[in-house]
């Protein structure tokens, strides 16, 4: 399984996004995409059940995510923040995602509430570092087979 991408969404907006490897030939809007995953993961969570929606599936990608709540320091309670990432469809993948994807995505949330909760969360800018956080918490799991057997050569 690689990781094509990750990231953080908060109020329709991305917080935090880290490429590894190209998903689309175009250039895609950013807060545009960002809005449409955090409408699709509301509309389906409010749809059926919270718990029930893990991932969504394309032809040749997957988004897998996991929300929690994040005080702002112009909120008077605590908003929904959407961890995420996009990797490559294939198959025996839920497997992976129970037991690889989601806890990695929970670190992401975890460690990204506790450098910034109480913050503004609205100064993007400011978050530019936290891809450093990302690259340490996925580690290989961004890598290519062919990219992982390079090193080791």
Do not use: C
């Amino acid at each position: 399984m690689v990781i094509r991408e990750a990231g953080l969404l908060f109020r329709g907006f991305t917080l935090v996004k880290k490429s590894y490897h190209k998903t689309t030939k175009g250039k895609i809007d950013t807060d545009l995409r960002s809005g449409l995953l955090t409408a699709i993961l509301n509309f389906a969570q409010s749809t059926f059940s919270k718990d029930l929606i893990e991932y969504f599936e394309g032809k040749k990608y997957l988004i897998a995510f996991i929300d929690d709540k994040i005080e702002g320091e112009d909120s008077l309670e605590p908003e929904l923040i959407i961890s995420y990432a996009i990797l490559d469809k294939e198959k025996k993948i839920e497997k992976y995602i129970h037991k690889i994807l989601r806890p990695l995505l929970k670190e992401v949330l975890k460690e990204f509430k506790t450098l910034n909760e109480g913050k503004n969360l609205s100064e993007i800018t400011q978050f530019k570092g936290f891809k450093q956080n990302l690259d340490n918490i996925f580690g290989t799991d961004t890598q290519t087979i062919d990219q992982k057997l390079k090193k080791i050569f």
